[in-house]
């Protein structure tokens, strides 16, 4: 009674019977349980630790093992997160080639719970020994690798990550770096079939850009002839704030093939510079012939 009541809600009893009754009938089960396991009980005037508690609980079988409750094999797991992967396609591809190494080193059907630290050790040696990759190539599949099992066990799939103590390293290779002198490129320009091909050995020498990513994308309108400049379009520096593209000088090397270029396209703004659908087979192709022709 009083002022309170009014807000109170009301109760219906008979709701209330059904709930009585299977706690009555579960009463009996408790009852056998602590006469046949007495250390599952509470002590009077002694209360269990809660890790006491547990593994008490876990000796009579009263509840399941974490083991028994995370479970999954790695097939699952590299399953799942390649349906939630959400990337670029290049970035997409370089996740592939580890989802591919680690089917082939461990196996589908390899419990995570299996795994160990010293197989993600075993698992990083056999790829520079078995699979031939360079240390840069066999950081970031490492990266790849850690970040695939940290999901894992943020989705409960696992009780501890092996590829935890398992250091990525940089992904750069430094030994690979060299500079490549314009008479050089001049010689791979000329073993180009075509002037799409040499359009696009000026834009990765000349300009920088990054083939095919970004050489694909540009159009004429991001030419301005009269600045001489050339806006990029960065699909792999977007997701940064002010990264989305940039400005370059339109060298001479540049102009003069986008010039020849454009004698044979249509120069309307939103038209491409390449060739639909043929430019990356164009571009390797004449790579290609550049390397293996004489000199």
Request: hydrophobic share 35%; charged share 30%; aromatic share 6%.
């Amino acid at each position: 009674s009083g002022p309170r009541a009014e807000h109170l809600p009301a109760i219906n009893l008979r709701d209330c019977r059904p709930r009585r009754a299977a706690a009555a009938a579960r009463w009996p089960r408790v009852q056998d349980t602590y006469r046949r396991h007495p250390q599952v009980c509470r002590q009077p005037g002694r209360p269990a630790a809660g890790a006491e508690r547990r593994s008490d609980l876990l000796a009579t079988g009263l509840v399941p093992t974490r083991a028994a409750r995370v479970g999954g094999n790695l097939g699952e797991l590299l399953r799942r997160y390649r349906d939630t992967l959400v990337v670029k396609p290049g970035t997409a591809t370089a996740y592939g080639h580890t989802l591919r190494n680690l089917r082939e080193y461990f196996g589908e059907d390899k419990p995570l719970s299996a795994i160990t630290a010293l197989d993600a050790d075993n698992y990083r040696a056999w790829l520079g020994e078995h699979e031939q990759l360079s240390t840069a190539t066999v950081n970031r599949r490492i990266v790849a690798a850690k970040a695939i099992f940290r999901k894992g066990l943020r989705w409960g799939m696992m009780e501890d990550d092996p590829f935890a103590g398992v250091k990525g390293g940089g992904s750069s290779n430094e030994s690979r770096k060299r500079f490549i002198p314009p008479a050089d490129v001049a010689r791979v320009m000329e073993a180009c079939s075509n002037v799409q091909s040499r359009c696009l050995v000026a834009l990765s020498r000349f300009g920088g850009l990054r083939v095919p990513s970004e050489a694909l994308l540009l159009c004429w309108g991001d030419i301005d002839w009269n600045e001489a400049a050339l806006r990029v379009h960065s699909p792999k520096t977007e997701h940064h704030a002010g990264q989305a593209e940039r400005v370059i000088p339109l060298f001479p090397e540049l102009e003069r093939c986008c010039r020849k270029r454009s004698r044979r396209r249509s120069r309307a703004r939103n038209t491409s510079l390449r060739a639909t659908g043929k430019a990356r087979r164009i571009y390797a192709r004449s790579l290609y012939a550049s390397s293996s022709g004489p000199g």
